[in-house]
Nanobody, 124 residues
Framework: VQLQASGGGLVQPGGSLRLSCAAS????????MGWFRQSPGKEREFVGTISPNGGSTLYADSVKGRFNIARDNAKNTAYLQMNSLKPEDTAVYYC??????????????????WGPGTQVTVSS
């Protein structure tokens, strides 16, 4: 499975961005999708995850209530809607896919496939 994230950019604090993660080469609807982010000098951080059928989501406390994950299995695409962005949300954002259960979805090593990442910068 190949993943390609897009939609990153520069946004002012309080603004919004929507990231997309397009998948190809595999049965997208069978994979749990996760979003992670990484800032310079920090470890990769779990942002959130969505189940294969899109029926359930889980978010890190740092983004809960501001970010929303969705997926369109007909389009082989997952989305990360980011609202009320803060400077501390600045990072490279990655999407990942794996056949894993919810309890393991916060651990990057559990995912099988990764996209190359897209930069999100929140600054005035």
């Amino acid at each position: 499975v190949q993943l390609q994230a897009s939609g990153g950019g520069l946004v002012q604090p309080g603004g919004s961005l929507r990231l997309s993660c397009a998948a190809s080469g595999g049965p997208f609807s069978t994979y749990r999708m996760g979003w992670f982010r990484q800032s310079p000098g920090k470890e990769r951080e779990f942002v959130g995850t969505i189940s294969p059928n899109g029926g359930s989501t889980l978010y890190a406390d740092s983004v809960k209530g501001r970010f929303n994950i969705a997926r369109d299995n007909a389009k082989n695409t997952a989305y990360l809607q980011m609202n009320s962005l803060k400077p501390e949300d600045t990072a490279v954002y990655y999407c990942a896919a794996g056949r894993i259960v919810l309890s393991g979805s916060g651990i990057p090593e559990n995912y099988d496939y990764w996209g190359p990442g897209t930069q999100v910068t929140v600054s005035s």
